[in-house]
């Protein structure tokens, strides 16, 4: 009997060890089998698009760092262009007076050189993620214009200077107007007035002259805002200094902005350079303030009544997105003479800031891949909407 117990115990074990490692191997084939129909799903939109505009994605800190492996599958497939959506911003990179995190941003650029991409910088000044330290000089005690400006400087010299030839197009300035056109009332402007502008340009261009460099701001398709950022680059083109285009951040809703009201923005910002969409996501669901844009200081309670597809998206809304990303897509073809970049922003639902912004905790649906990597229907309209006859061969 004793030997029987023994037997049977070790037979139970060794069944234990098989199921066990057969459910890791059956977990490790789901993850393999999504990452690689992530990879293998349609046509790649790069190619469909190769000779019209660079279609791009921004990168949190697991996907620049490759530690995302399904995203990173998306990526190599489809994007020939990424931006970094926070791990350049300077409270990430550089949080304290001497201490810089390079350790993201180096495996950001590593990734875009691995994959011969066109790689963003953005962004070099902003009034949002900026330590209070930049601004102050002790607690509470606002920096004069000349400290301030020099931590400016010192600031893109030792980022935009340590990726020379690497990154090949900065976002020196984000978000500097408000919604009328008139300059935004930030911290840059009240200390260091206007001057902030025009420094930070040409210091840019004098780190890396082969660096395009661009203005980048939301609602750019509101006609005061557009007058206002036209107002802002003009100027400082006239003054000689090098702004090579305008990103229009494409924050927008499956009704609102018109396509109508995107082209005539698209029109206008090309007189002046280069159009690029940048920051481009779709946000189906209830706005519990008709804001437009990405103003995140913006951001409210949370309520069920703003959150109302948490078991997936209805099919009739899936079908709104699609058509929405179709009509978008064969605008930007129409100006494909204008617009030089296409980015999302974000790879996959999962990841996208709208699950967090501008109520925290929802689960949105904004972007053209799903929270398992795969393709939504508006991927497969969007490759769709460029004419058969002028698809690349």
Known sequence: MKSYKVLLASFLALASVLASCTDSQQGTSETATAEQTAADSSTALKDVFQQDFYVGAALNFQQASGKD????????????????????????VHPEPDKYNFGPAD?????????????????????????????????????????LLQRMEDHISTVAGRYKGKIHG?????????????????????????????RAY????????????????????????????????????????????????????????????????????SKLGKVMITELDIDVLPNPSNRNGADIDATFDFDEKYNVYTEGLPDSVQQKLT???????????????????????????????????????????????????????????????????????
């Open 170 to 198: 900065w976002d020196v300035v984000n978000e500097a107007l408000n919604d009328d056109g008139t300059l935004r009332e930030s911290k840059w402007l009240k200390i260091a007035g206007e001057e902030y502008l025009e």
């Open 323 to 393: 058509k929405r990303y179709a009509d978008i897509f064969a605008l930007f073809y129409k100006h494909r003479d204008k617009i030089s970049r296409v980015t999302f922003w974000g790879v996959t639902d999962a990841n996208s800031w709208l699950n967090d912004w501008p109520i925290k905790g929802r689960t949105s649906y904004p972007l053209l891949f799903d929270r398992n990597y795969q393709p939504k229907p508006a991927l497969e309209a969007v490759l769709n909407s460029k004419p058969k006859t002028s698809s690349t061969q």
């Open 69 to 92: 492996s399904g995203a990173t599958a998306v990526i190599a497939k489809h994007f020939n262009t990424i931006s970094p959506e926070n791990l350049l911003k300077w409270g990430p």
């Open 202 to 269: 040409r210091l840019a261009q004098q780190v890396d002259p082969e660096a395009e460099l661009y203005y980048n701001d939301y609602n750019m398709w509101k006609p005061a805002k557009r007058d206002g950022a036209i107002r802002l680059v003009r100027n400082l083109q006239e003054k000689g200094v090098k702004v090579d285009g305008i990103g229009m951040q494409g924050h927008w809703g499956l009704e609102n902005p018109s396509i109508e009201q995107i082209e005539e923005s698209i029109v206008a910002f």
């Open 107 to 147: 495996d950001y650029v590593k990734l875009g050189q691995q994959h011969d991409m066109f790689v963003v910088g953005h962004t070099l000044v902003w009034h949002n993620q900026t330590p209070d330290w930049v601004f102050e000089v002790g607690k509470d005690n606002p920096a004069s214009k000349e400290v």
